[in-house]
């Protein structure tokens, strides 16, 4: 019998995946430790607190399955926590769920995983693994349901999976509503079948970044000019950290109309804010590029992709450059995309691959 471990958060939807494991594998339950929170906001518990270690180890015992608890602070603030903060000061908004999933679960815990004998890793991440023999490739698909589109799908903060990974990936929740994990966990007795999700940022509990990062820093990040596309200079924003694309609220500053956060000017420390038809753009351009339904692409193609987690993906073209970076030009314009966050590919249900956007061009 092939062994699995499963990397169990706390949370419903990793423990119903070990429960359904353990029928066709030897499975483990292992939880991470990430940090040292132990928090709560808006009445949910964050992951790594001590009553999601305790949750999920109720599960694997209430099955005989043994459970470990893994310390993986160091790499997860080193690979985390410091990409975050560095990608803030550099003017940009970053997605740690992403890097999260890129250095700790599928690239740490596997190669430990491997080293202890597993021959999966499996989460409770709603996406499709599936190996395409006239590819001659692993593919990452999107969650379906009885009914076809998933609201849950979750392949968006799966695109940097390489080959190797996705060889070694179990998602036995690829097929399912979020519904039909909770009546299956509330079946098999599971103590958290109906506990709330997390938050999105484990370790940023009351979203508010900014206040994080001057905690974790000790810096303090100085105030000013916001300026509109003409150079106008409409007051003083209080540090470009506390600041995205697209952000309307907390400016500050009565403009008379909605204006929104449609540029971060590190160089000479200004914000700049514009009308809402300034938040569109046309074209992206993005690297540090993951490719999984090819090697690589050697020509333009026609695809869709999204730039945030919660939207719908758009047509574009995708025009690949000789130093791996790539231009993204949208069929219509696309309400702010913003540096820091990527974007991500699809060919129908197939995620084709994805980078970090490094600038957009207003329409």
């Not at 999920?56 to 903060?85: C, G, L, T």
């Not at 009351?206 to 100085?222: H, N």
Request: proline residues 3%; glycine residues 10%; hydrophobic residues 35%.
């Amino acid at each position: 019998m092939k062994k699995v471990m499963v990397a169990m958060s706390g949370g419903v939807d990793s423990s119903a995946a070990l429960v359904m494991l353990k029928e066709k594998y030897d499975v483990i339950g292992v939880t991470l430790k990430l940090h040292d929170g132990e928090f709560e906001c808006s009445g949910q518990k964050t992951c790594c607190s001590l009553r999601d270690i305790d949750d999920a180890r109720q599960v694997a015992s209430r099955f005989d399955i043994m459970h470990y608890v893994y310390n993986m602070k160091d790499i997860f603030r080193e690979k985390v926590i410091d990409r975050f903060i560095l990608s803030y000061e550099q003017g940009m908004t970053p997605n740690p769920c992403i890097d999260c999933n890129r250095y700790i679960k599928f690239e740490a815990l596997l190669k430990r995983a491997v080293q202890l004998g597993c021959d999966y890793i499996s989460t409770g991440h709603y996406a499709r693994v599936g190996f395409d023999e006239e590819r001659d490739r692993w593919l990452l698909k999107k969650a379906i349901s009885d009914e076809g589109a998933n609201d849950k799908d979750q392949s968006y903060v799966l695109y940097d999976l390489t080959q190797e990974q996705l060889s070694h990936i179990l998602f036995p929740l690829g097929a399912m509503k979020k519904q039909e994990v909770r009546e299956f966990a509330e079946k098999n007795g599971l103590v958290n079948a109906h506990k709330s999700d997390s938050q999105d940022i484990c370790f940023v509990p009351d979203g508010d970044y900014a206040g994080f990062i001057r905690t974790a820093t000790g810096k303090k990040y100085p105030g000013g000019d916001v300026i509109d596309s003409s150079g106008k200079v409409w007051g003083r924003h209080d540090g470009l950290i506390n600041y995205t694309i697209g952000q309307r609220k907390g400016l500050g500053i009565a403009f008379g109309v909605p204006m929104y956060v449609t540029g971060k000017n590190m160089t000479d420390n200004t914000l700049i804010v514009g009308t809402a038809e300034e938040l569109l753009s046309r074209s992206l351009t993005a690297d540090d590029m993951n490719w999984i339904a090819f090697e690589k692409p050697e020509s333009p193609f026609r695809c869709k992709a999204k730039t945030r987690y919660r939207m719908t993906e758009q047509p574009c073209t995708v025009y690949p450059g000789n130093d791996g970076k790539v231009l993204v030009e949208f069929d219509s314009p696309q309400r702010a995309i913003t540096p820091g966050q990527r974007v991500v590919f699809y060919d129908g249900d197939i995620v084709v691959g994805g980078g970090v956007i490094q600038r957009s061009r207003f329409a």
